[in-house]
């Protein structure tokens, strides 16, 4: 029983994970880069719904949805700004702004709402179903629908919609999308938007767990669901998505039956035996050299 | 070609132009903070500055050869520091009463932080150089995270009875006299501080010499066409695995070296010191300083450690405003405009000492 | 074919799949000692991954390479080079952030070897070996018209010259067999006729063998001594330019019909 509790906790992290690489991936398959201020639009998220639940008195679903919100704009105004005009620049330069951008987006939170952790109301009953002597929290059930419910709508809007086929297309090949009429900038921006509004959501599914909100709160989650997208491949949505839960079960299987302090560790070490086995990460594609 | 008589090789040579550069860079540097120094015209907390600063520049040009000259992504250069680091304060700590000198055992821990870091280098790069771009990146970060994880876990100590070690739990006991070297997450502490600046600036030397050496040599040529062509280079009889090799292992003996110093300038040191930020914040000093470019690496190390210094008079905006010079610098750098303008500002400078 | 010549290379029934395609089937050819042969045949036909299994980027799934009569099953591409295949590209793969120079110096990578810490330690051994690399590469460049380029960085080079550049690589590492993927293409007739006096002297002077993939049939027919003419993965003929010249199935496989 205790197995099945940890494994079903460990979808339940992995379910945040998920949603957090999604952004990952989803921005890689298109931009090919690296965004690492995805973490901090989380943080930022958290923010957004924290304030509004407790300072404005906003109900929780309105909360999440101008968190979603304002997450979105703030994505698509840091790929405006920041990565619009290094498009043709190295991939290495990219890197190095998006780390700018995190370090400027946990500062600014740091300046403007202080260092200070403050305390994410509970929006999600405690308790939870009991069933043979196995409980459920609420928090956990929510989370892995919600989790289940964005894959769903995600690969449904990319495989069956005008604009997910034309992201589709931009990552295979953006010069034959070009000729083929689509704005690939217009796509990139798209592709921020989804993946930042995501950010929010998983920030406050984040917050009903570990209920804390801090300027470093989105760094860790975030490396870890960079990690998972890697997992399952980057660059590919149902691996990003398989990535995410393996990640949460392992770390929360490593946490209980080997040791707190190395759950991290071996969450990593996992990885490099799943990259040395499969290079290209679960459902990535090998790409060969033309010779 | 032309050749001017009289003067050595290298000054006149292109290729050995730039080893020159950065020596004359660093003597220049070592002299005038010397003498800044001696007539007191140094602020406290600049003299505090000085040996990290020479740490990082150690660190910082291992890393370049690593992304710039091989051409790797490496996210996790803080790990060897930090292996470099321990290894140097357990060493010093435990030698404390064998070799009173403090000089040798400062070279003696210098050496051991490079050597030990150089054996994580080839261990950890026998996985991650068979990966490639991205992946191989994000297996040198979590080598970061997990080298970084095993340290805060250990625990390690000294007395009469000889060396005690314990892993995750700390079950050392130590009997009365006995010295903790290494205390899980709190690290280091009551390490005796035999670092200085002058060993600092002998090691961005040595470490120069190193790299540029080896750069202008068949192993150099052989990393390099690695980089640039993989296929053409192995149709060469350039064996890939091995020339990558060499240059990360010599990339985290530089760490190492660095790291050591490093722990041997504080009093106490806690393991998530080297966390993924260092390792970020070398990147950003290999990426700005330019790929390859060695004097650029000590520059925007320098510039980038100082500045937040420099922006205390800002307090709270400092690091807000580093991240925007971060930005800014990035995108202007790959600005087309500002590109076209610097290579003719640089073919005129170039006109002007040729004519 | 002359007798008394030994072959350098015995390819025997060579074949490959690339899942479940068939891209090269049954092939066998020899290329003797001293000997220009040339690889010809329709766009698609597998001339290029014919050379690319002969150094090993692809891994053959049938038949046997023979070189210097040396079964060769075992060897990776760095291992090729070392026993005596050197190539040049289809599409020029060169190191384009070193100079001419130094891209001629990678070729004699495992030729003249000394150790990283010979190097970084400047040892005596450093400054001979080094003295020699670069003499010889000073003769390689001379010879390939690129003694005013050395310093110059290998991507500022003009096509023609960047083709020139890549057979001097190749050739520094002295190579028994040397491995040319049409190495005329894009240059002009005046080009074309340099290169091929070119090629002679190459197969004189660095007593080499030469394989060579060529569109221009001036070029093929003007500089080899045997010809091996592949369709669809197959060889269809085999034999001296004028039996190829002549030959109905070669005629039909390269008009349609």
Request: with cysteine; aromatic share 8%; hydrophobic share 50%.
């Amino acid at each position: 029983m205790d197995f099945l509790s940890y494994l079903i906790n460990g979808l339940g992290l992995g379910s945040v994970y998920a949603i957090i690489a999604l952004g990952y991936t989803m921005v890689y398959g298109i931009a090919k880069m690296l965004n690492f201020a995805h973490g901090d639009v989380i943080m930022i998220g958290a923010y957004v719904a924290f304030f509004s639940i407790s300072d404005l008195g906003l109900p929780l679903i309105p909360a999440v949805l101008l968190s979603v919100a304002v997450c979105t704009l703030l994505g698509v105004l840091i790929e405006r700004l920041a990565y619009k005009p290094l498009r043709s620049a190295s991939a290495l330069s990219v890197l190095i702004t998006a780390i700018g951008v995190s370090y400027f987006l946990q500062n600014a939170a740091q300046l403007l709402w202080s260092s200070s952790t403050k305390v994410f109301p509970g929006v999600i009953p405690s308790g939870g179903i009991t069933w043979n002597g196995l409980t459920v929290s609420w928090v956990t059930m929510i989370t892995i629908s919600v989790c289940l419910v964005v894959m769903t709508v995600l690969i449904l809007f990319i495989n069956y919609t005008k604009t997910g086929r034309a992201m589709r297309a931009c990552s295979e090949d953006k010069g034959a999308a070009t000729l083929m009429g689509i704005s690939v900038n217009r796509m990139i921006s798209i592709t921020f938007a989804i993946g930042s509004g995501l950010a929010a959501f998983a920030s406050v599914l984040l917050c009903a767990t570990y209920p804390s909100v801090n300027p470093t709160l989105g760094a860790m989650p975030g490396i870890k669901a960079f990690t998972a997208a890697v997992f399952g491949g980057i660059g590919s949505i149902p691996g990003a998505f398989l990535g995410g839960l393996l990640l949460g079960v392992i770390e929360i299987l490593a946490r209980a039956y080997i040791s707190t302090q190395l759950s991290d560790a071996i969450v990593f070490a996992v990885l490099i035996l799943i990259l040395l086995i499969k290079p290209t990460g679960l459902l990535g594609k090998k790409l060969r050299e033309k010779v | 070609m032309k050749k001017k008589i009289g003067l050595p090789a290298f000054l006149t040579d292109r290729k050995y132009r730039s080893r020159t550069t950065s020596f004359a860079f660093v003597i220049f540097g070592w002299v005038i903070l010397e003498i800044m120094m001696n007539t007191g015209s140094l602020s406290s907390l600049f003299t505090s500055l000085l040996v990290p600063v020479c740490c990082y520049i150690v660190a910082a040009i291992g890393l370049n050869l690593n992304v710039g000259i091989s051409g790797e992504l490496n996210l996790g250069q803080a790990c060897f520091m930090s292996v470099g680091a321990f290894t140097a304060v357990c060493l010093s700590g435990s030698l404390a009463q064998t070799i009173p000198s403090p000089v040798i055992r400062l070279i003696l821990s210098l050496f051991a932080g490079a050597f030990v870091a150089a054996v994580f280098g080839a261990l950890i790069g026998i996985p991650v150089l068979k990966l490639e771009g991205d992946y191989l990146a994000i297996v040198t970060l979590a080598f970061g995270q997990i080298v970084k994880s095993l340290i805060t876990n250990t625990f390690f100590g000294i007395d009469d009875a000889g060396f005690h070690f314990s892993f995750v739990e700390n079950k050392v006991e130590l009997m009365p006299g006995g010295k903790m070297l290494l205390n899980g997450p709190m690290g280091a502490t009551g390490t005796e501080r035999i670092s200085n600046f002058t060993t600092g600036i002998i090691l961005i030397l040595i470490s120069l010499l190193v790299v540029f050496h080896l750069i202008y040599s068949r192993s150099g040529r052989a990393i390099m066409a690695a980089r640039d062509n993989r296929i053409a280079a192995e149709s060469v009889g350039i064996g890939i695995f091995r020339t990558k090799m060499l240059s990360f292992v010599i990339s985290s003996c530089l760490a190492g070296a660095a790291g050591a110093l490093y722990g041997l300038n504080y009093s106490t040191l806690v393991p998530a010191k080297f966390d993924f930020n260092t390792s970020i914040l070398l990147l950003v000093y290999v990426v700005l300083g330019g790929l390859g470019n060695m004097t650029g690496t000590i520059i925007a190390t320098v510039v980038l450690v100082l500045l937040p210094e420099l922006l205390r008079s800002m307090q709270d905006y400092r690091m807000l405003i580093y991240a925007i010079v971060l930005i800014l610098i990035m995108l202007l750098t790959n600005n087309e405009t500002v590109r076209t303008a610097l290579q003719r500002i640089r073919r005129k400078v170039r006109g002007k000492t040729n004519g | 074919m002359d007798e008394r010549k030994t072959p350098v290379l015995e390819v025997q029934e060579l074949g490959i799949d690339f899942g479940g395609l068939t891209a090269v089937n049954d092939l066998s050819m020899e290329v003797y000692d001293g000997e220009i042969v040339g690889l010809i045949g329709p766009n698609g036909a597998g001339k290029t991954t014919v050379f690319n299994m002969l150094t090993k980027v692809y891994q053959p799934t049938r038949g046997t390479i023979r070189f210097l009569g040396e079964d060769t099953a075992k060897k990776n591409v760095v291992e090729m080079n070392h026993a005596g295949i050197a190539r040049t590209f289809q599409n020029i793969r060169l190191f384009s952030g070193l100079s001419v120079a130094d891209n001629v110096k990678t070729g004699f990578h495992g030729r003249i070897p000394y150790s990283p810490l010979t190097a970084i330690f400047r040892l005596p051994s450093y400054y001979r070996k080094e003295k020699e690399i670069d003499e010889k590469t000073k003769a390689l460049l001379e010879i390939f018209g690129l003694s005013e380029e050395a310093d110059n960085l290998a991507s500022n080079l003009p096509y023609g010259a960047q083709r020139r550049l890549e057979i001097a690589r190749a050739l520094a590492s002295q190579p028994r067999l040397l491995l040319l993927d049409e190495p005329a293409a894009g240059m002009n007739p005046q080009e074309t006729e340099e290169l091929m006096s070119m090629i002679r002297l190459v197969r004189d002077r660095f007593e080499t063998s030469i394989l060579l993939i060529e569109h221009d049939m001036k070029l093929v027919m003007g500089i080899c001594e045997r010809i091996t003419v592949l369709n669809y993965g197959m060889m269809l003929a085999q034999g001296t330019p004028d039996e190829i010249q002549a030959n109905p199935e070669v005629i039909k496989a390269y008009l349609g019909e």
